[in-house]
Structure formats: structure tokens, C-alpha cells
């Protein structure tokens, strides 16, 4: 984010790309270099927005519509952005943030088919200033990620069930893919694409590889303590 020292870095992707997985592995790799890492997620990260993330995924905003719920990320991301992000990257840390404003973009305005200019508004106002400097897409089949995702969820010792958007169809996974694709393709130098079906440790080789020329950034002044804010 520019005017702070810290450095911003969120992953996105569709369901069962492998983010939360390779979210850790970046964080012990920095961390053992000395630098100071926040790692977090959406919707929640800050007892605000992990309030307003049980509305959201249990489903009960849906009855209320898709722009009612458009509105409740967007309160969750502001209290997100305010009470931790923004406060973390001024104290020099790497917030790593699984899932953000991009997410909205996608499954409220692509596959909720909100307005555009809807979705952007609800974007400035949540993120307040707090843009990515990178942002990390996950790309996977959405057929490939939808299976991943049932795996792990039959898998968990306490059984899970999908939540309100791992119900939905194949071929919506498959439209929010191409639109995280499309974002890439508007945004290269804030976004980058990997390939999440290669191998975790090819994956996780990738991310370094995109990161580590931006740790310039932070290198100074950011090397002390550990944090985790999910
Ligand atoms: P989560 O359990 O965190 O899943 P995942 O591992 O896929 O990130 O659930 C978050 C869900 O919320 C996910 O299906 C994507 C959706 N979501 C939105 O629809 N809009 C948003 O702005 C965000 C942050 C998430």
C-alpha cells in the first residue's frame, strides 16, 4: 500500500485453489527471514467482520438478496481494513489476506450481476486507500477446485457443510474463474496468475519467486515479532 511501509499482499481464487495452504507456507518463509507477518482472511479478521462472516456464509443474508449481501462484505472489509490491515502495514508488517475486494468484484458484481459501478463504490469505500501491491490468483478448473474443496470438507474431523457459495453450480465456479482471469488481464501489475494445480511445493516455489522482489519494501524496519490475526 503506498504512504505505509508495510506490504500488501492478497490471494484469491476459487474454491479448494490450495490459498489458505500456501498463505502458511509464505508466512514461515518470511518469518524466518525476520520479517514481521500478518496473516488473515475474508470475509472476517477482525472480531467486527468475523461477526458479520457467520451472517454472511451460513446463509441467512441470502433470503435478503445478493445486494444486501454485497453490502455486509463491504462492512466487513472496512472494519477489517481499519481495526487491523491498515494499523499492520503502518507498523512495517506483510499482511498476507486470503480472499479480498477482488472476491466482491467477482462473486457480487460478476456471478451476483451487480451493477459495476455499484461494486466499485461499495470498493472505495471499504477499502478506504488500502490497495493490494499484489495480488496472488490461484487458478484452478473449477471442476478440479470444487472437488478439492468436498474432499477436504468429508475429510474434516468435524464434518462441514459447503457453505452458501460451494453450493452453487459448476458453471458458476467456472464464469467466477474466467472473470479472477479477467482481472488479471485488466490489472497485470498488481495481479498474477499461478497455476494452483502444479504441485503444492511448485506452487509455493511460484509465490516466493513473485514475492521476494517486492520484500525490498519492507526489509527495512520490519524485522521484529510474529502475528496471526485468524
Ligand atoms: P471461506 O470459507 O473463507 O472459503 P474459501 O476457502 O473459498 O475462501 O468462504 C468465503 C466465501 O465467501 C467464499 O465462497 C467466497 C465468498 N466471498 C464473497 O462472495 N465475496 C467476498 O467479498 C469475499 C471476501 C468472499
Redesign the pocket.
Known sequence: MSGSTGLFITFEGG?GAG??TQIRRLAEVLRARGLTVLTT???GGSPGAEAVRHV??SGAAETFGVRMEALL?AAARSDHVEQVIRPALERGAVVLC???MD??RV??GVTGNLEPDFIAALERVAINGVVPDCTVILDLPAKDGLERARRRATQAETKQDP?R??KEELDTHEKRREAFLDIAAREPLRCRVVDAAAGEDAVAAEILAIVEPLLPIVAHGAARGRETAS
Open positions: 474454491e490459498k489458505s482472511r475474508e470475509p454472511i456464509l462484505f486470503d480472499r479480498f472476491s466482491s462473486y457480487q457453505d457459495f460451494e
